[in-house]
């Protein structure tokens, strides 16, 4: 037996040593035949390829195994979760642009101090609140018929800030 | 059945056809179509995936390793008949190209 012959072997072994369960058999009749091949070379390129042949079938298993299970995981959460999860992500987003819009506002005043009142609170009124609030009603009249529950989450943060602003002015 | 007929795929079909009845041995096959393990052992796998081609453990001889053997399947036979458009010229020669249809 030469040594291409006897590496062919040894690769075609260690492949069936490593095989997962479903390409094993597969593996093994591989190696089977080398025995059957006339030519060491031949036997080796043999090996080779029959190595790749198992490395993609068992790449093929893995790809099958993740894709069945993020299925699984869609499965498992039922239609009202993916809508929470839809609408909460609309809220977080609103939420967030809020804030940014708002501290944007408190830095333009500190800096520019004279903003804020030579008009009364309006500037500040208009930065922090109208255009937020006006992004919101956009972005989920925009969204609406594709992501229903974010443009809601959306919703509610932007009725949220309004009822907030109109309590806060009624007070005053 | 979705089942992509490469020009390879139909060698292989086509050198099953040519002994429906028989069991085959990868090796032989290989020599028959002219495939390199590395393209024949994935379409084998396929066929006998979809059911089309059965597989048996040939029964051990002293001294002998048993082999791995591969037949139609009565699903594969139809299937591959089925494919076979021009019977007289053979599977092969449309795959490659040799026919003009």
Redesign the interface.
């Given at each position: 037996m030469g040594t291409p012959r006897r590496l062919a072997a040894k690769l075609l072994r260690a492949v069936l040593r490593l095989a997962p369960d479903e390409s094993c058999e597969w593996a093994s009749a591989m190696l089977r035949e080398l025995e059957f091949i006339e030519g060491d070379w031949a036997a080796l390129f043999w090996a080779l390829g029959s190595t790749t042949a198992i490395l993609r079938h068992a790449a093929s298993g893995w790809r099958n195994w993740i894709s069945r299970k993020e299925r699984n995981k869609e499965g498992h959460m039922n239609s009202t979760g993916k809508k929470a999860m839809g609408v909460a992500s609309g809220a977080l987003l609103a939420l967030i642009l809020a804030l940014a819009a708002f501290g944007l506002m408190r830095i333009l005043t500190t800096v520019f101090p004279g903003l804020g009142h030579h008009d009364g609170h309006w500037p500040y009124f208009l930065g922090a609140i109208v255009i937020p609030e006006i992004i919101f009603v956009v972005s989920a009249i925009l969204l609406w018929r594709k992501r229903t529950p974010i443009a809601a989450g959306i919703l509610f943060t932007a009725i949220g800030i309004g009822i907030h602003v109109t309590v806060h002015l009624a007070m005053r | 059945m979705k089942l992509r007929l490469s020009p390879q795929t139909i060698l292989v079909l086509d050198a099953f056809l040519e002994q429906a009845e028989e069991w085959q041995?990868?090796?032989d096959l290989?020599r028959v179509t002219g495939l390199?393990?590395?393209?024949?052992?994935?379409i084998?796998?396929r066929l006998a995936e979809r059911k089309l081609l059965q597989?048996q453990w040939e029964a051990a001889e002293p001294g002998k390793?048993?082999?791995?053997m591969y037949r139609f399947t009565p699903e594969g036979l139809r299937f591959a008949r089925a494919n076979a458009a021009a019977p007289a010229s053979g599977l092969s020669q449309v795959a490659l190209g040799l026919v003009v249809r």
């Open positions: - | 041995y990868g090796y290989s390199k393990s590395g393209t024949l052992y994935p084998l796998m597989t390793p048993p082999r791995h």
